[in-house]
Each structure stands twice: as C-alpha cells, then as structure tokens.
C-alpha cells in the first residue's frame, strides 16, 4: 500500500482546508488505523487525527478537538483530514500514515504536505 498526500496550502487564520491521502494497493482492511501526523519547524512530529478504516473510532488530539475532523471515503480509497478555525500554530508538514491495527506501528507513510496560516 502508498498513500498519497495533497490539499496543503496558505490560509489565513480562521479559514479551512481539507487535506486527502489516497491510499493505492490491492487490499484494504477495516482494522486497519489510518491517521494524520503533523511537525512543525523545530518541533517532534505529533499526532493530529486517526480513524479506523471502517470509520469507527475517530480520535484527536485535543489541540484539534472540535475544529478538525477526520473521514474516509471507501469508494475512492482516500481518508481527509478537515480542517476549520485554522490557528498559526497548525502551521506544519502533514503526513498521512496507516497501521495494519492498534497493536502495529504506524509504518506506511506518505509524503507530507505543507499547510502554512498566515495572521
């Protein structure tokens, strides 16, 4: 499976975006967990968001609680990431990620793209 990450750009503060990560292979499972990650310049990367491939379970962390929210749609393989109320401190590289279940590491990564919010 490669995962595919678009939908970054600059946005003022206050305003949305939503990233998508299209997901390729042959076969896909519910108990995989797919998610977002963010870093930030200078920072380690952190957790944003994470969903079941059957779409249970959505999980946030909490600075994104409310403003973020993430989805998958199985017909196009892709999950997104929504992303309203956009705050400078959400300034960073996205990577969307997948693991085989919540025992496994995340160890499938896309590339990361840049979502920059300007005051």
């Known amino acids: 499976v490669q995962l595919q990450a678009s939908g970054g750009g600059l946005v003022q503060a206050g305003g949305s975006l939503r990233l998508s990560c299209a997901a390729s292979g042959r076969t896909f499972s519910a108990n995989w967990i797919v998610g977002w990650f963010r870093q930030a310049p200078g920072k380690e990367r952190e957790f944003v968001a994470s969903?079941?491939?059957?779409?249970?379970?959505?999980a946030y962390v909490d600075s994104v609680k409310g403003r973020f929210t993430i989805s998958r749609d199985l017909s196009k393989n892709t999950f997104y990431l929504q992303m309203n109320s956009l705050k400078l401190e959400d300034t960073a590289h996205y990577y969307c990620?997948?693991?085989?279940?919540?025992?496994?590491?995340?160890?499938?990564w896309g590339q990361g793209t840049l979502v920059t919010v300007s005051s």
């Open positions: 990620a997948k693991r085989d279940s919540d025992t496994n590491p995340y160890t499938t």
């Open positions: 969903i079941y491939w059957s779409g249970i379970s959505p």
